[in-house]
């Protein structure tokens, strides 16, 4: 069965550091692999997509970069952090399998991060 | 306009009550749907999807879609303090480059 493994789980980080958060999967070829950003009491916001390796679509212009260096690892990273920047951070991995499970999109447990 | 309009909430109902959670939205080329559940410090489940319209039922879960109308539900039967939870809708054209749209969430609690 396909997992999906996300790290740091919490992490307290000043103004102007740097980040990296990291993202595999397991169980699965070539998925697509999904940032989202989740600010508190607010929805999901898409931040990158890629559907390969070295592949990365960026959906809003910020001071955050994403990589995959691996099929199954995506990383989100940045050089200087904002106050801005605190929120949960979720990756997710995407089924393109439609005539078995459908389109779906599933995600892992997530990241805090508090910028400070 | 948002592609997808979810009420927010938060709602609030008694055990054992029917709960109807709805999204609308603007896209006619939306395929496939889903209902995810979120509970608080922890990355969305999915809970259920569906694809173009129609009825799918899961234990005491319930999503219809009503592809005329932009229109889709979720119903949850004999409510429980479990179901305490943010419940995402989200929609994809499905192509392998086409995005997931979420709806930004609707908060439920289930009062004992």
């Known amino acids: 069965s396909q997992t999906i493994h996300q790290w740091p789980a919490t992490l307290v980080q000043p103004v102007g550091s740097p980040l990296s958060l990291e993202c595999t999967v397991e169980g699965t070829s070539n998925p697509n692999l999904y940032w989202y950003r989740q600010a508190a009491g607010r929805g999901l916001q898409l931040l990158f997509y890629s559907v390969g390796i070295g592949q990365i679509s960026s959906e809003v212009p910020q001071n955050l970069s994403a990589s995959r260096p691996q099929d199954r690892q995506f990383i989100l990273s940045s050089k200087k952090l904002l106050l801005s920047d605190s929120g949960f951070y979720l990756c997710?991995?995407?089924?393109?399998?439609?005539?078995?499970?459908?389109?779906?999109?599933?995600f892992g447990e997530g990241s805090w991060l508090t910028v400070v | 306009q948002k592609e997808v309009e979810q009420d927010p909430g938060p709602l609030s109902v008694p055990e054992g009550a029917i709960v109807s959670l709805n999204c609308t939205y603007s896209n006619s080329a939306f395929q496939y749907f889903m209902w995810y559940r979120q509970y608080s410090r922890k990355g969305p489940e999915l809970l259920m999807y569906?694809?173009?319209?129609g009825n799918k039922e899961d234990g005491r879960f319930t999503a219809q879609v009503d592809k005329s109308s932009k229109y889709i539900s979720l119903f949850i039967r004999d409510s429980q303090p479990s179901d305490s939870a943010t419940y995402l809708c989200?929609?994809?054209?499905?192509?392998?480059?086409?995005?997931?749209?979420f709806g930004s969430g609707t908060r439920l609690s289930i009062r004992p």
């Open positions: 989200a929609m994809s054209e499905y192509s392998s480059a086409s995005k997931i749209i």
């Open positions: 569906t694809y173009s319209s």
């Open positions: 997710a991995w995407r089924d393109l399998l439609a005539a078995t499970v459908g389109d779906t999109i599933y």
